[in-house]
């Protein structure tokens, strides 16, 4: 299994960017997916999941209203639109796959298994 992000970079508050995760290894359209993001020194954390077809989405309230997550089963790939971005976004972006069967709901990163390597998203003031 590998998850590949990429989209990231430096970005005036207010600005726009698209994060995408390419997938591969796996049947992709049988897992849900998620976002997660982590700062030096903090936990990683839940930004938003996506179910396996796509018809489910949740996010954290903080990116409430301005990201957007979707995916395309046919390209094995998330995608994460971020709008409208503060400061306070500023970390490293990284997808995930949820387990099977695992709702996406569920907010746990414990219940993701594979990982991306991370996109660094710096957002100024």
């Known amino acids: 299994v590998q998850l590949v992000e990429s989209g990231g970079g430096l970005v005036q508050a207010g600005g726009s960017l698209r994060l995408s995760c390419a997938a591969s290894?796996?049947?992709?359209?049988?897992?849900?997916m998620g976002w997660f993001r982590q700062v030096p020194g903090k936990e990683r954390e839940f930004v938003a999941a996506?179910?396996?077809?796509?018809?489910?989405?949740y996010y954290a309230d903080s990116v409430k209203g301005r990201f957007t997550v979707s995916r395309d089963n046919a390209k094995t790939a998330v995608y994460l639109q971020m709008n409208d971005l503060k400061p306070e976004d500023t970390a490293v972006y990284y997808c995930?796959?949820?387990?099977?069967?695992?709702?996406?709901?569920?907010?746990?990163?414990?219940?993701?298994?594979?990982w991306g390597q991370g996109t660094q998203v710096t957002v100024s003031s």
């Open positions: 290894g796996i049947t992709f359209s049988l897992y849900g």
């Open positions: 996506i179910s396996r077809l796509g018809e489910s989405t």
């Open positions: 995930a796959r949820r387990d099977l069967g695992v709702p996406a709901s569920n907010r746990a990163p414990r219940v993701y298994t594979f």
